[in-house]
């Protein structure tokens, strides 16, 4: 029998479209630090990575962390623009310029059918 492999949901952090929302507007980012008691946190709640989701037990560990290459590989990916609908279906074709999906029609011409006498 092979092991199951299961996600680990202990350490998982906030996805990359949450953490856009909390940069953009400091409302989100206080509604979801809300959400956490600050005696059940690291450091009491004081010192939080934003980019990261994360909290440390000292502004020592949040420094190291920041300079670290995981933190550094989390910046770059927040940079980046996310993906779309619209460039997805640009990938395979659906877009405007070719004609969408739903507008490709196959004109077949008939045939015209003649009386056979026999």
Known sequence: MGSIRRSKTKRRT???DQVK???ASSKHLARY???KAAEDLP???????IECAKWFEGEHNLVAHRKGKNHKRRVRFLKEEA????VAE????????NGSYADQTMDIEEEPQTKRTG
Request: glycine letters at 10%.
């Open 21 to 23: 929302a909390d940069i």
């Open 33 to 35: 630090q809300s959400t």
């Open 90 to 97: 640009a990938v395979v074709g659906l877009t405007r310029e």
């Open 43 to 49: 450091g009491l709640g004081q010192w939080y990575c």
């Open 83 to 86: 993906h779309t609908q619209k």
């Open 14 to 16: 906030r996805d990359l």
